[in-house]
């Protein structure tokens, strides 16, 4: 149980285009999606917070207008990069937290290179 | 100084060894402790779970915290080389109405055969 899938595993793109991620929790409702980067050989860092029905709440020093986040249903969240720039390659995962739980559940991240 | 601090290694030990990692934090109001694997461009596994002080056992895997100390310890017991991988302390806490977690900086083990 407690599975969390992430879409596309992996995607290059042109600067400038925009990039859509989606993160679903496969087994279990979700009222709550976090995303994270991470960059080589470093922890993972916090980007934003999504809640089922209401708008993200992003950490400071993220662009909400760059990473937009749509948490549409219990069981699907999207990151957009829009107009991706080089410096927004990293990995990217998604964690989920079942209802009622304080843990999260990862998804296995996508790869994102920016050309 | 860090939230959370985690010796980010690299560690290595051969095969059968018990290995022990170590986070230690700062903040108090931090209530959930969790331990995650991670393997080389995949996303974290969540490993053990606890909230309270003392021991929890799973399988190989005995998670450990002190709250007193503010330290929370994995160890691995019979050390295999598919435990090879990097080790994330996580600690979860309600920050401005959000649980959340943070992160030590991960310990990079290799278990040699």
């Known amino acids: 149980g407690a599975v969390v899938s992430q879409h596309p595993s992996r995607v290059i793109c042109k600067s400038g285009t925009s990039v859509k991620i989606e993160c679903r929790s496969l087994?279990?409702?979700?009222?709550?999606m976090f995303w994270y980067r991470q960059f080589p050989k470093q922890s993972l860092m916090l980007m934003a917070t999504?809640?089922?029905?209401?708008?993200?709440?992003?950490e400071q020093g993220v662009e909400k207008d760059k990473f937009l986040i749509n948490h549409a249903s219990l069981t699907l969240s999207t990151l957009t990069v829009t107009s991706a720039h080089p410096e927004d390659s990293s990995f990217y995962i998604c964690?989920?937290?079942?209802?009622?739980?304080?843990?999260?559940?990862f998804g296995p991240g996508t790869r994102l290179l920016v050309l | 100084q860090k939230e959370v601090e985690q010796d980010p290694g690299p560690l290595s030990v051969p095969e059968g060894a018990i290995v022990s990692l170590n986070c230690t934090y700062s903040?108090?109001?931090?209530?959930?402790f969790m331990w995650y694997r991670q393997y080389s461009r995949k996303g974290p596994e969540l490993l053990m779970y606890?909230?309270?002080?003392g021991n929890k056992e799973d399988g190989r895997f005995t998670a450990q915290v002190d709250k007193s100390s503010k330290y929370i310890s994995l160890f691995i017991r019979d050390s295999q080389p598919s435990d090879s991988a990097t080790y994330l302390c996580a600690m979860s806490a309600n920050f401005g109405g959000a649980q959340k977690l943070v992160f030590g900086q991960g310990t990079r083990l290799t278990i040699n055969p």
């Open positions: 087994d279990f409702q979700a009222t709550t």
């Open positions: 903040n108090s109001a931090f209530q959930y």
């Open positions: 999504s809640n089922e029905g209401s708008k993200a709440t992003y």
């Open positions: 606890t909230y309270s002080s």
């Open positions: 964690s989920a937290s079942p209802a009622g739980q304080e843990t999260q559940y």
